[in-house]
């Protein structure tokens, strides 16, 4: 019995991938006998790239099943069987990652259509799935979409079978995957290790820091580059010693405190810090007739702006997306209502404002708190606790640097993620 699978994913560095959709069709060497297909919601932003080629862009998986959610369908439509693919070992790879992240060993036998092509059909001149199909006439729908790609991979592979008269190619080229294990050293440094949201240190035996990161799952990330290939990971994984965590609870403290933490320690795993990740800001101004308007500029000639951005393209994406999102015919009111959305939910400067957030235990919430446009710090308090007191917030806070980098962090966050609440003062 056979299983065709066929996923797509997020793109990014090798190990970090999310899956993004899955289709899986059980063969039994003649006929379909069960089937699933599934849009997946990653957790994580799709690769521009990727959205060109799919079309699956992070909107379409908003309200998609997670990982989990399926994991329990696709055990049991590939329980017993080969798992084939055009391409077999991405595929194979994407499924033990995404299992891995859950705790569960997924590994199956596995044959791949593009090594049994190039030896069955050795006359043709590619075999990059969509060529090969026309080629060979196999109708493909959909290309570059899970079920489309899955379905031309289940003619294709019945026709290689039927091309395999002695079965022997068919049984020469199956692979068998060895379980992923850790060393056991590094089993024992993540047994202490949570699935929680925070900033993660990574120490060698001379108690220096050589990786500091940030992740929506500290043991998840930290099991990634334990058992991860690439470079970085197999230096990780050699050097070792000790891993300390900070929960943080919420996604925007970790990635501020990640910020500040790479810079004062430097450790040489990360790189080298970049000054800035933003060059561009968006501007309010008023043409000769007294209409606003907004502009995206360089921030080098002028500081005066009210959001700042990665680069021009995404702050005019941001405009479009915003007046969009703004059903008025009339450009002028849409261009005044999107204005005093901007100054009352994402620009900080001479501001004052308390962010709200998913604490480190379900009975507290985090608070950045923001005066005057500067950044003083975090702190968690009490669900019980009046979180608009600032005078008491002042002395909870952990201090954060304030800096124009810090700010284009924070009003990021607020433009692409959700908080619990922001309070003005």
Known sequence: MYAIVDVETTGGKYNEEGITEIAIYKFDGHE????????????????????KLTGINNAMLKRAPKFYEVAKRIIEITNDVTLVAH??????????????????????????????????????????????????????????????DA?????????????????????????????????SNLKELLDDVPNSTGVFYIYNKNNEIIYISKSKNIKRRVTQLFTGSNGKSKAI?????EVKYEK????????????????????FLNGKPKKSNFSHGLYI?????????????????????????????????FIEKQLEDIDIADAGKATDILIEKIENLYTLKNKSKIIVDRG????????????????????????????????????????????????????????????????DL
Request: glycine fraction near 4%; hydrophobic fraction near 35%; charged fraction near 25%.
């Open 32 to 51: 379909i006998v069960d089937q699933f297909a599934s849009l997946v919601n990653p957790e994580k932003e799709i690769q521009p790239f990727v959205v």
């Open 248 to 267: 943080t609870g919420s996604q925007l403290i970790s990635i501020l405190k990640e910020y500040i933490e790479v810079r004062k320690h430097k450790p």
């Open 151 to 183: 379905l031309a991979t289940v003619k294709l592979f019945k026709l290689l079978l039927q091309k395999d008269i002695d079965k022997n190619i068919i049984s020469k080229s199956l692979k068998h995957h060895k379980p992923l294990k850790l060393q």
């Open 285 to 317: 101004s008023k043409d000769q007739n007294e209409n606003q308007q907004l502009n995206i500029k360089s921030v080098k000639s002028n500081p005066d702006y009210s959001i700042s951005f990665s680069s021009y393209r995404s702050g005019l994406t």
């Open 360 to 423: 480190r235990e379900a009975s507290e919430r985090s608070v950045i708190l923001i005066v005057n446009g500067k950044v003083l710090g975090y702190a968690y308090v009490n669900l019980r606790i009046q979180m608009t007191d600032v005078k008491m917030l002042k002395s909870l806070l952990t201090p954060l640097e304030s800096s124009d980098q810090i700010t284009h962090i924070i009003s990021s966050y607020l433009i692409y993620k959700r908080v619990y609440q922001v309070i």
């Open 87 to 148: 391409n077999a070992e991405f595929d194979h790879r994407m499924l033990r990652l995404e299992f891995e992240r859950l705790g569960y060993d997924y590994q199956k036998p596995t044959l791949c259509t593009v090594e049994l092509a190039q030896t069955l059909l050795p006359d043709q001149e590619s075999f990059n799935l969509g060529k090969l199909t026309k080629a060979l006439g196999i109708p493909i729908t959909d290309r570059h979409r899970a079920t489309g």
């Open 237 to 241: 994984q050699k050097q070792v010693s």
